[in-house]
């Protein structure tokens, strides 16, 4: 395990010292996540506390038999991303981060296509990934008549990178489609539902994420499994043949419960014969994209980059 970035890892432990400290004033996000919490939750940035900024330049559809996404397609496009948001299934939105997938479309020349995917406990496994499992079909038959590209990409953060994986194998395994997406970008995912060591481990520390909050969001999306049930490639890719999947980045950081997750994906996707990118941030907790930290700066032009020149 290489691990990066430990030259900004002084700003990045007072960072993370800064926010545990400033816990009393957060919704927690544990076992038994009231209602109140979740409208937060919902209403506000990820990780923030106002409402998110949405831009012009994004435009709101539906697309395959009824999933609504938001597009974002620059003045020039390479290729196209299908990008999938995160928030622990619960939370989180396509137009949540309308800035950042802005960006990322004028600067990697990528018609950007972000899932407004159902979200938990109203709609829980599997509505997700079936509204994924959509877009991504959806995508396939149509980005060369709708975008002028056949480069297709995927991608997204935390249960985003989960649904990420879970929609590769079912387009894989469902409808026989492999080749279709190139490069698979995935930011600190749960891949493991019933929990690896790490996440058993990391116990109540009030970062973005820890134990109890985990268990609180695979209840959520997961509601009456029990562990064993969770093991299954379905629900955790971690356990899935991964045969035939497209190179990927799989980025974590050094302080994140899913840390296991990110090490144990990534040894198994290239045992199965494709090319991986891993990256493990020095110091990063969960989420650390979200904030204004030099590895965030960092990190979103090591995206950029990727996504701008994979799978030509």
């Known amino acids: ?31 038994g996540l009231d209602p109140a919490t979740l409208a937060l939750l919902r209403r506000n940035r990820l990780a923030g506390d106002a409402p998110p900024l949405r ?12 999933v609504k996404v938001r597009v974002f397609v620059p003045e020039r496009v390479e290729g196209a991303y299908l990008h999938i ?11 949540g981060q309308d800035e950042r997938l802005w960006h990322l479309a004028e600067q990697a020349r990528l018609a950007v296509v972000s899932v407004d995917y159902r979200l938990a406990p109203e709609h829980p496994f599997p509505a997700g ?14 980005a060369a008549a709708e975008f002028g590209t056949e480069r297709l990409l995927i991608g997204g953060e935390s249960a985003g990178a989960h649904l ?12 026989g489609i492999t080749g279709a997406f190139r ?15 790490s996440q058993r481990a990391f116990g109540p520390r009030p970062l973005l994420s820890n134990t109890d909050a985990l268990h609180g969001s695979y209840a959520l999306f997961t509601p009456g499994m029990g562990e064993e049930e969770r093991r299954s490639p379905e629900v955790s890719p971690l356990f899935a043949d991964l045969t035939g999947l497209p190179p990927a980045r799989i980025v974590v950081g050094t302080e994140d419960p899913l840390l296991d997750d990110s090490l144990f994906l990534a040894a198994r996707w290239e045992a199965a014969g494709a090319p991986v990118q891993l990256g493990v941030v020095a110091g990063a907790m ?10 965030t700066e960092r990190e979103l032009r090591r995206e950029r980059d990727f996504l701008a020149f994979a799978g030509r």
């Not at 948001?85 to 137009?95: I, K, M």
């Not at 490069?183 to 690896?196: E, I, K, R």
């Open 183 to 197: 490069a698979a970008q995935l930011l600190f995912g749960p891949y493991d539902l019933s929990m690896t060591p």
């Open 286 to 295: 969960h989420g650390f994209t979200l904030f204004p930290l030099a590895v």
């Open 1 to 31: 395990m290489t691990i990066t970035d430990e030259d900004c890892l002084p700003e990045t432990l007072a960072f993370n010292a800064q926010f545990e400290a400033a816990a009393a004033s957060r919704p927690a996000r544990g076992r």
């Open 85 to 95: 948001h995160g928030g622990g299934w619960a939370f989180g939105s396509a137009d």
């Open 164 to 175: 990420s994986v879970v929609t590769l194998l079912r387009l894989r395994d469902r409808h």
């Open 129 to 142: 990934p079936d509204d994924c499992e959509a877009a991504a079909r959806w995508l396939v038959q149509h």
């Open 55 to 66: 831009l012009p330049q994004g435009r709101d559809r539906t697309v395959g038999g009824g």
